[in-house]
């Protein structure tokens, strides 16, 4: 592929400094898609990506089959699954069942957030004996951990051998679902640091400049864990609208350009790669710690964007550690 060839291969000094590799999953809207996401599970996993996150439908739409999802990752994989997890529209007794039910599978790795309103809610109000705030669920399930150590040798010692890993969302261009500046994203990203949290995942960006403004700005508050960009690859732009329309986040006009002035899909495919490819360069020379790429489940992209940027990919097996 041209875009693999475009740039060098990324200058390591030793394996340890491999930057992460990630993905996003959704699960699947019904049983026929199952067999295509697991094909596409299959393949991303020659990846050998560090975690793949795997998400939850508003108001916890999708929680059996997040659930199903991610049991069946830990079962038949080799793959280390975080649940995504919500907490605005259910009772803090609710979310507390939830998190004894992924921890009673053995799920030790969760996305803990806030949660948005269904899409379609009218005189939507969060739950009144819920948790308010993604800090508060990072809170709760630190707690929740702590009360299953205290009562249980057995558990204490698996908590050791596997500790309870919690990561957050951050958001390079503030939350425009929540009608939040930067600034007030970086004070709820300090509050979840505070909470317990151990590392962020952003929502799409398509400038490095906003991902590396964020980053510099959370330092100077006193943020300092790990902040992991969220990227989407940028081959199919009626995609890319469909998400500035969900996230508010601006597609630019250029990018939009170059993939509408390409002469077929292979060539769109491939602009969109280079392009996609130039943004994770730009966020890993700038000191991204790795990639977390939106898949849409969808392999194809997310694996040409890894061999692009000497991440791994189709062709291309990544180094043992
Ligand atoms: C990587 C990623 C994955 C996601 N996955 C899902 C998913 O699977 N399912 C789903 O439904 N949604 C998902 N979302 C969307 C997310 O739930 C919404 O964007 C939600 O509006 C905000 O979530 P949060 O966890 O950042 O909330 P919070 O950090 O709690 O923020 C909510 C609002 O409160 C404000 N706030 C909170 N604490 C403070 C504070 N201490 N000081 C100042 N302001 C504060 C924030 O600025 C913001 O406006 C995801 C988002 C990202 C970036």
Redesign the pocket.
């Known amino acids: 592929m041209s875009a693999a060839t475009a740039t060098a291969p990324r200058a390591l000094t030793a394996p340890v400094d491999r930057p992460t590799v990630s993905f ?1 999953l ?1 699960p699947p809207r019904n049983p026929d898609a199952a067999p295509k996401l697991w094909a596409t599970i299959q393949a991303l996993e020659s990846a050998r990506p560090d975690f793949v ?7 916890g739409r999708t929680r059996q089959t ?1 659930r199903q999802l991610v049991r069946r990752l830990l079962r038949e994989t080799s793959l280390n699954p975080i649940a ?3 907490c ?1 529209d259910s009772s803090r007794e609710e979310t507390t069942t939830i998190v004894e039910e992924f921890l009673d599978e053995g799920v030790r790795s969760f ?6 309103p269904p899409a379609d809610a009218v005189d939507w109000h969060p739950h009144p004996q819920g948790l ?6 990072v809170e709760l399930l630190r707690e929740i951990e702590g009360r299953r150590c205290a009562v249980s040798p057995a558990q204490a010692v698996r908590a050791t051998v596997r500790p309870l890993s919690v990561a ?4 390079p261009r ?2 425009h ?5 930067r600034a ?2 970086v ?6 640091q505070q909470a317990g949290a151990d590392f962020a ?4 960006f398509f400038e490095a400049d906003a991902y590396l403004g964020l980053v510099a700005e959370a330092r100077e508050a006193g943020v300092t864990i790990p902040i992991i960009p ?1 990227i989407i690859p940028t081959t199919d732009p009626d995609r890319l609208l469909r998400v500035q329309d969900l996230t508010g986040v601006p597609v630019p006009r250029a990018l939009l350009d170059v993939l509408g002035g390409a002469d077929d899909e292979t060539e769109r495919h491939r602009r969109g790669i280079r392009a996609c490819v130039d943004l994770v360069n730009g966020v890993l020379d700038g000191g991204a710690p790795g990639v ?1 790429v939106y898949t849409f489940n969808q392999h194809r992209a997310a694996l040409d964007l890894l061999e692009g940027a000497h991440l791994g990919g189709s062709g291309e097996a990544r180094q043992p550690l």
């Open positions: 996003e959704f996150s795997v998400t939850y439908g508003a108001s997040t995504h997890l919500t605005v996305l803990a957030l806030r949660g948005d308010h705030t993604a800090a508060d669920l957050v969302a951050a958001f503030g939350n679902a929540t009608g939040g500046t007030q994203d004070a709820s990203l300090l509050a979840k995942i952003t929502q799409v969220g977390h």
